[in-house]
Every structure is written in structure tokens, then in C-alpha cells.
């Protein structure tokens, strides 16, 4: 099986800004880069395989980054990902996938 997690925080491009703070109206659209917010982040997804799951960050086009460790116990599996920290940079992308 494979899984493909997106944890998605907040993000804006550089120099948006809106009429007030509930950011409802759009004054000014902004540019590249798009700033996003950082996440640290622990999952816990219930699964009762024995085969055991590894994980990777994801960079933009898909290919395998950063080995993320997983820990499976009591029919579940989790992991814990902190976007701000990883090798290759943020990413909001990461790959789950059971051993066969």
C-alpha cells in the first residue's frame, strides 16, 4: 500500500496583503517565492499490518527526499515531521508506503 500525506499550513505570497487582519479582501496579490508556513506535525494512522511502513519527504516533483522514521505499535503506525527541518527544505509532501 502507499499513501501520499500532504500537510498543508498556512501560505502566502511574498508581499500579499489584504484590507485587515480576517484577510478576506485581497489588496494586493504579492509575488514569488510563496512563503508557507512550517508545521511540526505527529501522525498516527491505525493499521494492523506486521509488514512494517517506511516514509519519505517528497520534493516538488515527486522524487524521494528524506527517509522519515516510523514507528508502528499497537496496530498503528506513526510518525512525526517537522517541515522546517528537513535536509532537502519545507515541503508539504510526504510518501508513506508498506513493506512487502
Known sequence: AHLLLILSGDALNSGMTFTDDSRRELKVLGHSPVL???L???VRLQHPSGKGWKAWAL???????EEIPVIQKDGAIE??????TLKGG????FELMERE
Open 36 to 38: 508557507v508556513e512550517v
Open 90 to 93: 519545507p515541503t508539504p509532501y
Open 59 to 65: 520534493a516538488q516533483n515527486g522524487t524521494r527526499q
Open 79 to 84: 510518525l512525526t515531521i517537522q517541515t522546517g
Open 40 to 42: 511540526s506535525v505527529h
